[in-house]
């Protein structure tokens, strides 16, 4: 019998069978027709998910939003030209949080790339920049080990995006299959076990050190190697502080554990980051959310500084000893070498500022207070929902305020800070983990940036809830208007703002209005019951509410503000 043709839409689909793929984010396009109408006899058979989403941004943030919540490589597709071009924001926000996703894109024809045909535009050439890696298939017969690259690239050593840029006649002609061969990738080393030598120097450094603190980044997460953070802790009895990705890399209901530090972390935190002798970062590196002004910030501290990516060492933050190694694996040789260590002054000047500074916000006169909401989600779903965040002021409450024990369940916008992400990576962290409950905590800016997406939650009978903390402003810019910018609120007032639950309602979702602080909480069991659509809440919260504290930019953490200036 005669082997049956293939084509490169058919190989498409075998390498993503073979890699484990269980859904797809995506538009379809006229030169992504020929992949499409092989996705439609695979959906038809349940082999495949396709999820339509209504804009391609949402495809990436739902794939990067996937992602995270599953640790598998999430997977987005667009057309050609414009499609493609709706991918960056997605692509460059999963690059700079380092999260694993292959984007496929339709491409014109390979015998009319560079006419300036329909719909083409240099893919390639306009993500490299926000890519871990990106290919242009011009060869049928290349494409399955492409693929298979692909997606063994992005999930690897530090994970991040990769594009695999499609040309129409490449998926709608013959192609070959060609068995898996990828054991020698040309150039691409990632690294795992750490050097030896340096894990025992490391050890001795924390067996003498007398202010030390853990400094946990989202490379914890990626690792999985959350686990053994909270064993080194305990067994050291060193403190620890957690960057926004590195939420759930320890438990914040451990007691050794003094939350988020940074521009608006906890004072505890970023007290023990500036006047520790010695940081142990793990998977971090030491953005300027965190390190404000780099020459006053920890002027005492040794560093030991664990990470994936030997470009992260030195580049902010000189290393005295400089470990490059997955963190799970670095940790499983380091955790037996620790010495117990009893707690001392440093512990004792620890908790006296976890005491002395403890969050905590006021019940304003008019409108509700945006902590309380979040504090509420936190204490109906028992601190075990994922939570996805917009970004800005809401973004900020939700990670003071929701305490995470687990990893994998705080999903947010880190380095790229993108308005719109919260809502679609909620519906991909949905779609990967259809028991679980999600909560998007939202500002009344952000959810305006990707609100079609309500289409595609209600179609696909997904749960999600959104809380809108409602301000009528863009919060967090208004903030610095007022601190420092004599309250000049220019460009920040969102005056006509839609009926958000009506909005909801006309996509078919449930939608609530909440404008009194002794609703805030039914409101929240109410949605709580809600299985089948999404549900958008509407909190109507202090319209000139502040995030504190608050480290200014380009400052460090002795110049922190507490409270509203008088």
């Known amino acids: 019998m005669a082997q049956e043709e293939l084509t490169g839409a058919d190989v498409l689909f075998k390498v993503f069978e073979e890699e484990g793929v269980e859904v797809i984010f995506g538009i379809p396009g006229g030169v992504l027709i020929p992949v499409y109408d092989k996705l439609y006899a695979k959906t038809e058979r349940g082999e495949l998910k396709h999820v339509l989403t209504r804009h391609e941004q949402g495809a990436a943030h739902a794939a990067d939003g996937y992602a995270r919540a599953t640790g598998r ?63 242009l298939v011009k060869d049928p017969n290349e494409l399955a080990n ?206 006296e500022w976890r005491v002395q500074h403890p969050l905590h916000y006021d019940h304003p006169d008019e409108g509700i207070a945006p902590q309380y909401v979040v504090e509420q989600i936190w204490e109906v779903t028992g601190g075990e929902a994922i939570i996805t965040t917009e970004v800005g002021q809401n973004q900020m409450w939700a990670a003071q305020y929701y305490k995470v024990d687990q990893p994998r369940h705080f999903i947010s916008s880190g380095g790229l800070g993108t308005m719109g992400y919260g809502f679609p990576a909620a519906i991909g962290a949905q779609v990967g983990c259809p028991d679980a409950v999600v909560w998007d905590i939202a500002g009344d800016g952000s959810i305006q940036m990707c609100i079609q997406e309500l289409a595609t939650a209600t179609i696909n009978k997904l749960p999600v809830k959104v809380a809108i903390l409602n301000n009528s402003y863009l919060g967090m810019v208004r903030q610095w208007q007022e601190l420092f910018f004599e309250r000049r609120y220019s460009g920040t007032d969102l005056t006509g703002n839609p009926d958000f639950a009506r909005v909801a309602e006309a996509y078919g979702g449930v939608g609530i209005k909440v404008a009194e602080t002794e609703e805030v909480r039914p409101a929240i069991e109410q949605a709580m019951e809600i299985d089948d659509r999404p549900t958008f809440i509407d909190f109507a919260v202090a319209k000139e509410e502040n995030v504190f504290p608050m480290i200014p930019a380009g400052q460090s953490a002795e110049n922190v503000i507490l409270t509203q200036p008088m």
């Not at 949080?97 to 560079?114: E, F, L, N, R």
Request: with cysteine; glycine share 10%; hydrophobic share 40%.
């Open 146 to 351: 492409t693929v298979r690259e692909a997606f063994h690239i992005a999930r690897t050593g530090r994970p991040g995006p990769v594009l695999v840029d499609l040309p129409f006649d490449v998926s709608a002609g013959p192609a070959q299959w060609t068995e898996r061969q990828m054991e020698n990738l040309r150039g691409y080393r990632p690294p795992s076990k750490g050097d030896p030598e340096r894990i025992e120097q490391a050890a001795k450094m924390m067996a003498t050190a007398q202010r030390p603190i853990l400094y946990i980044g989202g490379g914890v997460i990626a690792a999985g190697a959350s686990d053994l953070v909270k064993q080194l802790a305990e067994k050291t009895n060193i403190y620890g502080v957690h960057t926004l990705m590195g939420k759930g890399g320890i438990p914040e209901s451990h007691p050794l554990s003094l939350g988020m530090p940074g521009m608006h972390g906890t004072v505890p935190a970023s007290n023990a980051l500036q006047y520790s002798d010695l940081i142990i970062c793990i998977g971090a590196r030491f953005d300027d959310r965190v390190t404000g002004d780099v020459s006053r910030f920890a002027p005492e501290a040794k560093v030991i500084h664990i990470d994936i990516d030997p470009a992260e060492h030195n580049k902010v933050k000189r290393p005295d000893v400089a470990i490059v190694g997955d963190a799970r694996t670095v940790l499983e040789d380091l955790v037996p070498q620790v010495q117990p260590r009893e707690k001392g002054k440093w512990e004792e000047q620890l908790e």
């Open 73 to 135: 490589v999430g997977v987005c597709m667009a057309t050609s030209g414009p499609g493609a071009m709706n991918l960056v924001t997605g692509l460059c926000n999963a690059h700079m949080d380092s999260i694993p996703v292959v984007a496929i894109t339709g491409q014109v024809k390979t015998s009319a790339i560079g006419t300036d045909a329909f719909q083409e535009a240099d893919t390639t050439g306009v993500t490299a920049p926000v890519t871990k890696h990106n290919y």
